[in-house]
């Protein structure tokens, strides 16, 4: 008996992937560096691509802290786990690949805070939301978002340059446990996108190693004028947003 299928997007991007286009935040924090907001993404590999100016990433593993430059033309991706922090030097303007549609804007993301605001989930939620998508108040909030993030960053940074990994490792268990109650619903999305459009290929290979290309009638094509929202404030910068399914923000199907 054939499996039933599952959900899935009704047009995602190649591999089901998240996009958005970002602006680096020019905003001087506590260390006089000007970049985002420092997080991690707990299933969800990113890439950078770089399309003008200059400016780096910072990451925290547990090899280490590293600095990567970024130019125009450049890509950079990190796995999850990777704490990354984009840094502004001039212009920086990179489009960013989100892996399992808009699964990090479901709450993959989880922001450096402070162990004890990362301790209590009411207190974590309050900081990391906008009051508004737009005007003084979201600016106001980004900005301060941005500046608990990189406070509880520094010491994390400061201890793996130390040859100390373990306060990463107890910001790592402190993620997991924020997220947990997110992850049944996320696998839904992950259902929907990844791993459909993953089936869908094996579908298709199986069905060529027996000569059938029949998939090949239901060939279109679709297409995206530009962003549907401009100016948005991201982890990282301001935000350029899509509304095509699964590309920025989750998608929900029926």
Same mark, same amino acid.
């Given at each position: 008996?054939?499996?039933?299928?599952?959900?899935?997007?009704?047009?995602?991007?190649?591999?089901?992937?998240?996009?958005?286009h970002i602006s680096c935040y020019d905003w001087e924090a506590a260390d006089g560096v000007c970049g985002g907001s420092?997080?991690?993404?707990?299933?969800?590999?990113?890439?950078?691509?770089?399309?003008?100016?200059q400016g780096a990433v910072q990451t925290l593993t547990p090899d280490g802290y590293r600095e990567t430059e970024l130019a125009a033309g450049a890509v950079a991706w990190?796995?999850?786990?990777?704490?990354?922090?984009?840094?502004?030097?001039?212009?920086?303007?990179?489009?960013?690949?989100?892996?399992?549609?808009?699964?990090?804007?479901?709450?993959?993301?989880?922001?450096?805070?402070? +162990? =004890?605001? @990362?301790?209590?989930?009411? %207190?974590? &939620? !309050?900081?990391?939301?906008?009051?508004?998508?737009?005007?003084?108040?979201?600016?106001e909030a980004a900005r301060r978002r941005r500046d608990l993030a990189v406070e509880g960053y520094l010491p994390l940074r400061a201890a793996l340059e130390q040859g100390d +990994? =373990?306060? @990463?490792?107890?910001?790592? %268990?402190? &993620? !997991?446990?924020l997220v947990a109650p997110k992850a049944a619903g996320w696998r839904e999305l992950w259902r929907a996108g990844a791993l459909a459009a993953a089936e869908r290929t094996g579908?298709?290979?199986?069905?060529?190693?027996?000569?059938?290309?029949?998939?090949?009638?239901?060939?279109r094509v679709e297409a995206a004028g530009g962003a549907t929202r401009h100016g948005g404030y991201g982890m990282c910068g301001r935000r350029e947003e899509y509304e095509i399914p699964g590309a920025t923000l989750p998608y929900y199907g029926e």
């Amino acid at each position: 008996m054939a499996a039933t299928p599952g959900p899935s997007l009704p047009a995602p991007l190649p591999g089901a992937v998240g996009l958005s286009h970002i602006s680096c935040y020019d905003w001087e924090a506590a260390d006089g560096v000007c970049g985002g907001s420092p997080h991690l993404h707990t299933v969800c590999t990113e890439a950078y691509v770089v399309t003008a100016g200059q400016g780096a990433v910072q990451t925290l593993t547990p090899d280490g802290y590293r600095e990567t430059e970024l130019a125009a033309g450049a890509v950079a991706w990190f796995s999850p786990g990777t704490v990354h922090r984009m840094i502004q030097r001039g212009g920086l303007r990179i489009t960013v690949l989100m892996q399992n549609s808009g699964l990090p804007e479901a709450g993959d993301a989880v922001f450096t805070f402070p +162990p =004890e605001v @990362l301790a209590d989930p009411e %207190r974590y &939620a !309050a900081a990391a939301a906008l009051p508004a998508k737009e005007g003084p108040a979201a600016q106001e909030a980004a900005r301060r978002r941005r500046d608990l993030a990189v406070e509880g960053y520094l010491p994390l940074r400061a201890a793996l340059e130390q040859g100390d +990994p =373990e306060p @990463l490792h107890a910001f790592h %268990r402190a &993620a !997991a446990r924020l997220v947990a109650p997110k992850a049944a619903g996320w696998r839904e999305l992950w259902r929907a996108g990844a791993l459909a459009a993953a089936e869908r290929t094996g579908d298709q290979l199986s069905a060529l190693a027996a000569g059938d290309g029949s998939h090949l009638g239901s060939a279109r094509v679709e297409a995206a004028g530009g962003a549907t929202r401009h100016g948005g404030y991201g982890m990282c910068g301001r935000r350029e947003e899509y509304e095509i399914p699964g590309a920025t923000l989750p998608y929900y199907g029926e």
